[in-house]
DNA sequence: CCTCTTGCCGAAACCGGTTTCGGAAACTTT
DNA sequence: AAAGTTTCCGAAACCGGTTTCGGCAAGAGG
């Protein structure tokens, strides 16, 4: 028996042809993998002349760096972690292609990677994100849907590892966010309801552990004192990102002795559970009560009265959560790394002037419920 | 001035704490880092009492080996790769969310990571494609929305890299995939609108360049021999995957002197536009014409009446190409990994017994013109 | 003309692993 | 007891890069 034999695994893909290494190069032009290394990454201490030689060496021989062989040396894989929560609920997530798309375009036009997990809990996100941090697979990570307080900023911050969240946080020490002002955009879905002549508009927050749900809130609340109306706690529901918690929240508001002539929803998907309500009792939406809502899913467009919302661009926050992670990993301090960007209004039928007064609205709808 | 200082880069990045490194572990317990390494990747020629011992050590010290350190010499970097495609069209895909944590879960389980990237057009793929395979980020990849002849399998196969395919294509010497059997699904939904009594059903196909497609129309014109049915190429409408198209081809369809009275969609979305077609012409799904489409979007549900369809499992399916394509790299044949699920019928209300005869149809439709 | 810089590059170490090779010790076999 | 096998592990090379260190040659200054 041959004692040459590996003694088990060792199944090394068989290579076509061999990779054009640095090696190669250095050997092209009879210099050495020190000097083409330092040429090929902006050393000061190379001739301009050499320089040149040795790029256009490089691009001739077709030569490309492999990521992982140089982050042996240097620590840096090129690669950027997002580390997804997909529930059952939500898992149908519209703007997730938009938003992968701009991380991964930015990630690219810089030449690095994006590398992606899933989890469903929140103590799974927390564990892939261990991992990938333990066998360093990125260079730093995407934090989408940003809490109040949230485990993945703690243990990144303690472990001094480059982050940049997608949304604001409530301790922001050391942290880099791309946010979108949704507080802007509910001061203005309420101002915009007030001019239309609504007295009593409601409001229908989002989970309460996301900063967005509070700072949507101060929105509202802002919009309702800007207008010169009274701020009537009985006005904010329960929090609500489902359809079906949408609908229960807009039950329990027309139900109320003084009802709202408008809502606001937190969220989209909420906002369209409002429409089963109308479809139910016989109401028009944008006429009988009004709805503005945020997010700009697809199905809002296709919604009967469309849906009017404040629609926030996800191919860009990806584009500029990417961009800021990476000046962040080659050394800008976190602090100077903060961007917030407007929501667009979309505007589209589901608001309007109110044809009720509340209290016209109560009766009417108490003669519904009698039949 | 200090000579020892960098000419220019060098900014590594502040560690924390040092790595516990495979020479940590080999030092900790008297032995060398060979025996470790090999202790740990299941060689045989190491004693099981030294296999245990150091298998603890690792545990206790938390060694995690870099993956990029190992691929280096082991040329694979336990890393899959996934290219999508994002046009601005469909840009909002619902499965994706799915697909992609079916496949970050299968890669997990065996500690492996994704990779991911888009690009817009099909050359951007291609491009992009290349450049992940020229810098080595992942060992393997997985295409989604296969075509009848497909670039990137022709690249891939060239240069002997492990690839698998969500979908079939021309000529699979040498490929792998995962499939939906949609023939079946639309063999099935004819037979399920003979049954109900339909004499002529249509049939909406999807685009032409995908394998998909073909198989689709396949199984429609089955399912029409096997009911006994006459094959009519003109109830073949072109293709139309987006809502609008849909729209397009219903109303084609049912300008015909001899109207179907039954529709089969390859695809949910061009369903969805037939769903126009109805509420402005006044006519009712479900009775007036029926429609069995395929895909299984969230939206079919939310249609009036509810699309009946056959669903597609995403994270089904992304778990099993995930799941083939780790076995691939891994030496497995490429033609032992080839597998086909079916589509699970979802009934809702859009298919049911015709109200009208086709003539029946024809002439009410003449009727609605008139008005 | 001699020393001091400076510019530029080669030699060699290094990063954290894997794999090859060979040899000492233990175990069989004759 | 000698010879042949096995078992198990250490030494060292290797993977493809990066970075340190030092030295030669050319230019600057005295």
Same mark, same amino acid.
């Given at each position: 028996?041959?004692?040459?034999?590996?003694?088990?695994?060792?199944?090394?893909?068989?290579?076509?042809?061999? =990779?054009?290494?640095?090696?190669?190069?250095?050997?092209? *032009?009879?210099?050495?993998?020190?000097?083409?290394? =330092? /040429?090929?990454?902006?050393?000061?201490?190379?001739?301009?002349?050499?320089? *040149?030689?040795?790029?256009?060496?490089?691009?001739?021989?077709?030569?490309?760096?492999?990521? !992982?062989?140089?982050?042996?040396?240097? &620590?840096?894989?090129?690669? #950027?972690?997002?580390?997804?929560?997909?529930?059952?609920?939500?898992?149908?997530?519209?703007? *997730?292609?938009?938003?992968?798309?701009?991380?991964?375009?930015?990630?690219?036009?810089?030449?690095?990677?994006?590398?992606?997990?899933?989890?469903?809990?929140?103590?799974?996100?927390?564990?892939? #994100?261990?991992?990938?941090?333990?066998? !360093?697979?990125?260079? &730093?990570?995407?934090?989408?849907?940003?809490?109040?307080?949230?485990?993945?900023?703690? /243990?990144?911050?303690?472990?001094?590892?480059?982050?940049?969240?997608?949304?604001?946080?409530?301790?922001?020490?050391?942290?880099?966010?791309?946010?979108?002002? $949704?507080?802007?955009?509910?001061?203005?879905?309420?101002?915009?309801?007030?001019?239309?002549? !609504?007295?009593?508009?409601?409001?229908?927050?989002?989970?309460?552990?996301?900063?967005?749900?509070?700072?949507?809130?101060?929105?509202?609340?802002?919009?309702?004192?800007?207008?010169?109306?009274?701020?009537?706690?009985?006005?904010?529901?329960?929090?609500?990102?489902?359809?079906?918690? $949408?609908?229960?929240?807009?039950?329990?508001?027309?139900?109320? /002795?003084?009802?709202?002539?408008?809502?606001?929803?937190?969220?989209?998907?909420?906002?369209? $559970?409002?429409?089963?309500?109308?479809?139910?009792?016989?109401?028009?939406?944008?006429?009988?009560?009004?709805?503005?809502?945020?997010?700009?899913?697809?199905?809002?467009?296709?919604?009967?009265?469309?849906?009017?919302?404040?629609?926030?661009?996800?191919?860009?926050?990806?584009?500029?959560?990417?961009?800021?992670?990476?000046?962040?990993?080659?050394?800008?301090?976190?602090?100077?790394?903060?961007? *917030? /960007?407007?929501?667009?209004?979309?505007?589209?039928?589901?608001?309007?002037?109110?044809?009720?007064?509340?209290?016209?609205?109560?009766?009417?709808?108490?003669?519904?419920?009698?039949?």
């Amino acid at each position: 028996m041959q004692t040459g034999m590996p003694k088990t695994p060792s199944k090394l893909p068989s290579r076509t042809r061999r =990779r054009v290494t640095i090696a190669d190069v250095a050997n092209d *032009l009879g210099v050495t993998k020190s000097t083409v290394s =330092r /040429a090929l990454n902006g050393y000061t201490d190379i001739a301009e002349g050499t320089r *040149l030689r040795i790029s256009r060496a490089a691009e001739r021989l077709g030569y490309r760096p492999l990521s !992982h062989a140089q982050a042996i040396r240097t &620590g840096r894989v090129r690669s #950027l972690g997002l580390v997804l929560q997909v529930d059952n609920e939500d898992s149908a997530r519209p703007f *997730l292609a938009d938003f992968i798309a701009g991380v991964t375009q930015a990630a690219s036009a810089e030449n690095w990677t994006v590398t992606i997990a899933t989890a469903e809990t929140e103590r799974g996100v927390q564990e892939t #994100l261990s991992r990938l941090v333990e066998e !360093h697979k990125a260079d &730093g990570f995407i934090l989408p849907r940003t809490r109040s307080r949230d485990k993945r900023v703690e /243990a990144l911050r303690a472990q001094n590892i480059p982050f940049v969240m997608f949304g604001r946080t409530e301790d922001p020490t050391g942290c880099s966010w791309y946010d979108i002002k $949704g507080e802007d955009a509910m001061r203005a879905a309420t101002a915009r309801l007030a001019s239309q002549g !609504h007295k009593r508009i409601a409001h229908v927050p989002g989970g309460s552990e996301y900063t967005y749900s509070k700072l949507r809130i101060d929105g509202y609340r802002d919009g309702l004192a800007a207008a010169g109306l009274s701020i009537a706690p009985a006005l904010i529901t329960a929090p609500a990102i489902t359809h079906d918690a $949408g609908e229960a929240a807009t039950r329990s508001l027309l139900m109320m /002795a003084e009802p709202p002539t408008a809502i606001t929803f937190a969220v989209d998907r909420a906002a369209l $559970g409002a429409y089963r309500v109308a479809q139910d009792l016989g109401l028009r939406i944008g006429s009988d009560f009004s709805v503005i809502a945020y997010d700009g899913i697809p199905e809002g467009a296709y919604a009967n009265p469309g849906l009017t919302t404040f629609a926030v661009n996800s191919r860009q926050a990806g584009d500029r959560l990417a961009t800021l992670l990476i000046k962040q990993i080659r050394g800008t301090a976190p602090e100077e790394l903060r961007e *917030l /960007a407007p929501a667009t209004l979309v505007e589209r039928g589901s608001d309007g002037p109110p044809r009720l007064t509340p209290a016209e609205l109560a009766r009417c709808l108490k003669d519904i419920q009698k039949t």
